[in-house]
């Protein structure tokens, strides 16, 4: 089974709906993270949560919300989605402390806003 | 505002041949990650660098980190087809452990 899940895999959606993508991890990390990919490019982080209470902006938060219901879940919502929201959304998990820090991505989110 | 530049961005390589890919990153850190990225798919950790002077192998590829230059290398030895993918660097910020990512390069591996 895999140690970071993310639902749904794709969704199309029309612009203004709210959305909400999950992920779970079995993993046991306190750290989980959102990031959006487009086309072509690299990784821009969205939030992310170092433990249940802890929920900081990333670099492009604008028009998300997040929500760390468990060590376990972090859910990303898109509160009116828009077309240029349309990209692959990864969640990532990763231990703090003294150890690697290095980050676990799930399988993807494909979100196209109509 | 800590930076990380990789270089080239496309690669287009026939197999059997050796080339390096570079990825520079503006201020201090401990720590810097490689990732490989399938078309379409997920991230997958390959490589974490601590120390100055560190080096780490995995079949053809093989990295190394020098922390006075702030570079890290990617070297693929004999290329063959199956390591066609697109590769990240990403640098571990200090003060909020945060990554901060490259905009990666895509590799092509011809036949």
């Not at chain 1, 993508?21 to 990031?35: F, N, P, V």
């Not at chain 1, 072509?40 to 949560?49: A, D, K, R």
């Not at chain 1, 760390?68 to 990864?90: D, G, H, M, V």
Request: overall charge positive; charged content about 20%.
């Amino acid at each position: 089974d895999a140690d970071v899940t993310q639902t749904p895999r794709n969704r199309i959606t029309k612009t203004g709906k709210r959305i909400m993508l999950e992920c779970s991890q079995t993993k046991g990390h306190d750290r989980m993270y959102w990031y959006r990919q487009d086309p072509g490019l690299g990784l821009q982080l969205i939030y992310y949560s170092f433990d249940v209470k802890d929920i900081n902006k990333g670099e492009i938060s604008d028009g998300y919300s997040v929500s760390r219901q468990a060590q376990a879940k972090f859910s990303l919502s898109l509160e009116s989605a828009i077309p240029n929201q349309t990209a692959l959304y990864f969640c990532a998990t990763s231990q703090g402390g003294t150890g690697m820090h290095t980050q676990y991505f799930g399988p993807g989110t494909r979100l196209t806003v109509l | 505002e800590l930076k990380v530049e990789q270089n080239p961005l496309f690669l287009s390589m026939q197999e059997g041949k050796n080339y390096t890919i570079y990825c520079n990153y503006s201020t201090t850190s401990d720590r810097l990650y490689w990732y490989r990225q399938d078309p379409g798919k997920s991230l997958e950790s390959l490589f974490v660098l601590l120390s100055n002077g560190a080096v780490k192998q995995e079949g053809r590829l093989m990295a190394s980190l020098d922390t006075k230059a702030r570079l890290s290398t990617l070297h693929i030895t004999a290329a063959v087809h199956d390591l066609s993918a697109t590769y990240f660097c990403a640098v571990l910020m200090d003060s909020n452990y945060q990554l901060i990512w490259g905009a990666g390069t895509k590799l092509i591996i011809k036949p």
